[in-house]
């Protein structure tokens, strides 16, 4: 049982740093981007070229990773985004769901339909063993790896939003642009780094996930399912809210998966009924938000 719990959270983790740029663009911007998914495949696909091409080491694949997506975010918000941020919600959705399946195709053709591996390190195989009989944990090396990054970029991204100069600006530009603009913010490079960062984000969790969870062209459709409940348990309005809804998913699918495999994500879809049934806004909402 603790084994189980140690991978649930892990992967709850995980999913959380994948989620979280939604959660910032659907919260804090105010912008339903389904094709979120496709920046984290981009990510896992950045990290799997990089190996398997340029034999690049795979912690530097990392922040390569982290640092292309959010370039291409930057990119794509400056271009294609932006001009939607006052369209309605259908318009955004109907145009970043045409974004996933172009961004399916494309890896399909340039680098093809089949699943990708990842070699990782030595030291980060293995397993190590604590305790007997039922109260022994086995802990995989990757996944507690995984724990230890997500756990500080939860810690520093909840700092740069609540205790920075930028978070504040963020917020402002948010709650009224106009009169952000009057005070000297500039709303449009807020914007554009809010998006770029949070595309970063799940570019990193791509390339942390591609061995979890494995990668193939399919990844931004089979995933975007687990990414909007996460948003839509948690809630929009902080990090605690989809942290604490990626844990609770995480280990729900690993202990449904395992004690009931004939279920298959039953679990989780029933959970998510339930939360929503007891609170409809999330788990965290703050006081006066919608």
Known sequence: MLTILFDGVAYGMLLFILAVGLAV???????INLAHGAFAMAGGYITVLLMQRLDVPFLWCLPLAFVGTALLGAVLERTLYRPLYHK????QVLFSIGLVFMAVATVD???GSTGQIIQLPA???GRTEIGSGAFMLGMGHYRLFIIAVCAALTVGLQYVLTRTRFGSRLRASVDDQRVAAGMGINVNIVFLSTFAFGSGLAGLGGALGAEVLGLDPSFPLKFMIYFLIVVAVGGTSSITGPLLAALLLGIADVAGKYYIPKLGAFIVYSLMILILI???QGLFVRKGGK
């Open 278 to 280: 007891w609170r409809p």
């Open 123 to 125: 030291w980060l195989k």
């Open 88 to 91: 309605a919600h259908l318009d």
């Open 25 to 31: 663009t659907m919260g804090l911007m105010n912008f």
């Open 109 to 111: 053709y340039f680098v």
